[in-house]
């Protein structure tokens, strides 16, 4: 069972340009939620998808947008973007109600996406 | 709102020695917790769970038990390694059930 991937790796933009990216989902999860970690700090939530729809957001600027899209793949997209949005982006999905695996509230994170901002 | 804190590092033990990183939460309701490990370099996994008042969880020798009483979600392990050494995230749900709300994280280092 392949896990959650994550596309680029690395990432290296300039500031006010904009960027996506991407997120497979663990098979036959439906849920995708994207956080931000900043260096030394946990992550924080940026918003999280469910059937291609947003189902929460955290304290995040509407500059940071994502998409779903019908195979559980996501996408985050970051607009003009500023040097504090260098960080480690990670993507995390959660598996459906009666899948294996399934704990309330659980969410298994992919390897992440660094980006740097110049 | 909810929140998690964590004991600061940078914890620094000897191989075999024993580990017990504190977490404390604030949460309204009956959150479900989580303990994350990351290694350098790399993204957040899962290490244990307990989504109910005295659950237990445990994994590759790491234990921590949910305690309502003293909100509390320490994370224990009796004999650490070197491929122990990593950053330790303590997590909990929010009360809508969509994100999840970590604490700084810890990091742990084990010399042999």
């Known amino acids: 069972e392949t896990g959650v991937t994550q596309s680029p790796t690395h990432l290296i933009k300039t500031r006010g340009q904009q960027v996506t990216l991407r997120c497979s989902s663990q098979?036959?999860?439906?849920?995708v939620s994207w956080y931000q970690q900043a260096l030394g700090q946990g992550p924080q939530f940026i918003f999280q998808y469910y059937r291609e729809e947003e189902n929460g957001r955290g304290n995040f600027p509407p500059r940071f947008s994502g998409l779903q899209f019908p195979n559980y793949s996501s996408e985050l997209n970051v607009n003009a973007l500023e040097l504090d949005d260098s960080a480690l982006y990670l993507c995390?999905?959660?598996?459906?109600?009666?899948?294996?695996?399934?704990?309330?509230?659980?969410?298994?994170f992919g390897a992440g996406t660094r980006l740097s901002v110049l | 709102g909810d929140s998690v804190t964590q004991m600061e590092g940078p914890v620094t033990l000897s191989e075999e020695a024993c580990l017990t990183i504190n977490c404390t939460y604030t949460a309204t309701g009956y959150p479900s917790l989580f303990w994350y490990v990351q290694y350098p370099g790399e993204g957040l996994q899962l290490l244990l769970k307990?989504?109910?008042?005295?659950d237990k969880g445990s994994n590759k020798g790491f234990e921590a038990t949910y305690r309502k009483e003293t909100t509390s979600f320490h994370l224990e392990k009796g004999s650490v390694q070197v491929s122990d050494s990593a950053v330790y995230f303590c997590?909990?749900?929010?009360?809508?059930?969509?994100?999840?709300?970590f604490g700084k994280g810890t990091t742990l280092s084990v010399s042999s």
């Open positions: 997590a909990l749900s929010d009360p809508a059930g969509t994100a999840l709300i």
């Open positions: 098979s036959g999860h439906n849920t």
């Open positions: 307990a989504t109910k008042a005295d």
């Open positions: 995390a999905s959660s598996p459906q109600a009666g899948q294996e695996g399934y704990v309330k509230n659980i969410q298994y």
